[in-house]
């Protein structure tokens, strides 16, 4: 079965400074990775996505994530955090339900908070 | 950009009260998906939709709900007879492609659905 895990609930930094939040995954075959970001009363938006390609992954806003196979992991980072950057994150991985669908498995989310 | 709306934006209901929530996905897509959101738990998958049949549901997916794509454009959810559980944040998403785990989901803001 398919899973993540974010190891940090919550995530405090100051701006300017990078931005580090961990993800491990489990996934029975080569699986497809995703960031969402939830700002306050917005609905989920696509960050960036894993598929197989490089290993390297550039989204939106500046952040970056890697796929990291031998660690199972899959943590987004960003050079330097901007206030707007305050919001919620979720690792996602996708997983197929038998022959006739998907669905998104999502981790608990990782609160990030910035400061001035 | 297209993007999935839903409405309404927030719901109050008596418990054992029928609701309807509504979604557009973007227009050439075609799988559509709910997820709810528990206050202060991971978002879940409810039920995926391709050509006007439900291709996989979770378990959460009891018969109290249905979905329905009643004319070109809405994806509804219907609880035909809502539990204090029920309250949540319900999203809608919906993707381009052939329903693979690389499929990207755009989602809704949700509609947040408060049972009294």
């Known amino acids: 079965a398919q899973s993540v895990t974010q190891l940090d609930s919550h995530v405090s930094v100051s701006e300017g400074t990078p931005v580090l939040l961990r993800c491990n995954y489990s996934?029975?075959?080569?699986?497809?990775l995703f960031w969402y970001v939830q700002h306050p009363n917005k609905g989920l938006q696509l960050l960036l996505k894993y598929t197989s390609a490089a290993t390297l992954v550039k989204g939106i806003n500046g952040f970056e994530a890697e796929f990291k196979k031998s660690e199972t992991s899959f943590h987004l980072t960003k050079p330097s955090a901007h206030m707007s950057d305050a919001a919620e994150y979720f690792c996602v991985v996708s997983a197929r339900i038998n022959q006739a669908g998907t669905a998104l498995i999502f981790g608990k989310g990782t609160t990030l908070s910035v400061s001035s | 950009e297209p993007e999935v709306t839903q409405t309404p934006s927030h719901q109050v209901t008596q418990m054992g009260q029928e609701v309807i929530l509504r979604c557009v996905p973007i227009s050439n897509h075609l799988y559509f998906y709910w997820y709810r959101q528990i206050l202060g738990q991971k978002v879940e998958f409810l039920v995926s939709f391709y050509n006007n049949e439900i291709s996989e549901k979770s378990e959460i997916f009891d018969d109290q709900f249905s979905v329905e794509r009643p004319d070109g454009s809405n994806f509804t959810l219907k609880i035909r007879s809502t539990k204090l559980e029920d309250s949540a944040m319900y999203f809608c998403?919906?993707?381009?492609?052939?329903?693979?785990?690389?499929?990207?989901?755009?989602f809704g803001p949700g509609t947040r659905l408060t049972v009294l």
């Open positions: 998403a919906s993707s381009e492609g052939g329903g693979g785990t690389t499929d990207t989901q755009y």
């Open positions: 996934s029975s075959y080569s699986p497809s």
